[in-house]
């Protein structure tokens, strides 16, 4: 079974920065997708950036230019550089990675970290 970490959420001023961190264990052979997700009061959850296996980005409309996706094979992370941060960035941020296995695929969630802009 694989689980993810998270930490690095916190209150920030409007303008600030913050970095997520998201560390998986157990046995990972190979990842097929990894994303962030977020989701605020009252809203869905929705998608802030993915990535493939070969390292392209996606992003949603409302972060680019502001964040970025990363990861670190060596600690087994991805990160989500968060700049420029707005009150409506205000979320419980989730990162999910998607593993195959023979056949079908496994998808694993973090447990979420919050991450509230406020003045």
């Known amino acids: 079974q694989v689980q993810l970490v998270e930490s690095g959420g916190g209150l920030v001023q409007p303008g600030g920065s913050l970095r997520l961190s998201c560390a998986a264990s157990?046995?990972?052979?190979?990842?097929?997708?990894l994303a962030w997700y977020r989701q605020a009061p009252g809203k869905q959850r929705e998608m802030v950036a993915t990535?493939?296996?070969?390292?392209?980005?996606n992003y949603a409309d409302f972060v680019k230019g502001r964040f970025t996706i990363s990861r670190e094979n060596a600690k087994n992370t991805v990160y989500l550089q968060m700049n420029s941060l707005k009150f409506e960035d205000t979320a419980a941020y989730y990162c999910?990675?998607?593993?195959?296995?023979?056949?079908?695929?496994?998808?694993?969630w973090g447990q979420g970290t919050q991450v509230t802009v406020s003045s």
């Open positions: 999910n990675i998607i593993v195959p296995r023979p056949g079908t695929l496994d998808e694993y």
């Open positions: 157990g046995t990972i052979f190979s990842i097929t997708a």
């Open positions: 990535m493939t296996s070969a390292g392209r980005a």
